[in-house]
């Protein structure tokens, strides 16, 4: 018998600027092995994890928007394509490791991955391979936080773990406020209410709707990524 963990399919966000660590280059190599080695220890306990990776380390479509007369769905499209390199970077650190992952994009990228067709991703999933989303939701206007909510509730994964370079969700900037405390559990509403920058409005909601909670935590710290996966306690979950 499996021995049963608190999620049996989870939905692993990555962004863009977790995948660039300290580094000046635009992806740490040593983040996205750590990121594989954790990955890797939780598919050999059976627990099925999809991730969608950011883009924001090479390129983000707001603050480009506007600039040199590129407009916002332009933009949009080239922060997409960011989060293909991103997910391709991954796929190849995973796969250096034994871990059979699939790449699937939003709008077609067949040379490069597979196109995004839900009843295979879970397909994959069910056979123990990771599978990436990328392109976020192929859409402009929107995020890769939303296309980690839009897949969680598409794949009926349990949870979307959004991995960050901070500890959680404080109830103050801890980068100037040393007294900022550290929430353990928030609802949807008091992160809405309170504009506590956890994921865009789009994405927040998106979860509400369909009851998925989410877990906000450090992936610098070793283990945790493994950890969120699992189910233990770290970083901030939201819900109810
Ligand atoms: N993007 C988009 N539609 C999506 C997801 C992403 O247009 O559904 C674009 C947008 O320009 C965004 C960029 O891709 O700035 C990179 O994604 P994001 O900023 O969400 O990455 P992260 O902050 O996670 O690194």
Redesign the pocket.
């Known amino acids: 018998d499996k021995p049963s963990y608190k999620w049996q399919r989870v939905l692993l ?7 660039a660590g300290d580094q000046s280059q635009n992806i740490d190599p040593k983040i996205t092995m750590a990121i594989a080695r954790e990955v890797a220890s939780v598919t050999r306990l059976g627990i099925e994890v999809a991730i969608v ?12 928007a506007g600039s040199s007369g590129l407009d916002r ?1 332009s ?6 394509l ?2 293909v390199m991103n997910a391709i970077f991954l796929q190849a650190t995973m796969e250096s490791i034994g871990i059979p992952t699939r790449v699937q994009t ?1 709008f077609r990228m067949s040379e490069v991955a597979e196109p995004y067709i839900r009843r295979r991703a879970v397909r994959h999933l069910e056979k123990g391979r990771v599978v990436i989303f990328a ?13 980690a909510a839009l897949r969680c509730a598409e794949i009926n994964a349990e949870v979307v773990l959004k991995a960050t370079n901070v500890d959680g969700v404080y109830d103050d900037d801890p980068r100037y406020n040393p007294n900022a405390r550290l929430h353990d559990t928030l609802t949807y509403h008091e992160v809405t209410s309170k504009d506590l920058s956890v994921m865009d409005m789009t994405a927040i909601t998106l979860c509400q709707e369909n009851n998925i909670p989410v877990v906000v935590f450090n992936l610098n710290k070793p283990g945790n990524i493994s950890k969120a996966i699992k189910g233990e306690r770290v970083g901030t979950l939201i819900g109810g």
């Open positions: 966000k990555v962004s863009g600027e977790a995948l990776v950011g883009g924001g380390n090479i390129f983000r479509g707001s603050s480009w769905s933009a949009d499209y080239i922060g997409m960011a989060t939003a392109a976020g939701t192929g859409n402009p206007f929107f995020t890769t936080d939303t296309a």
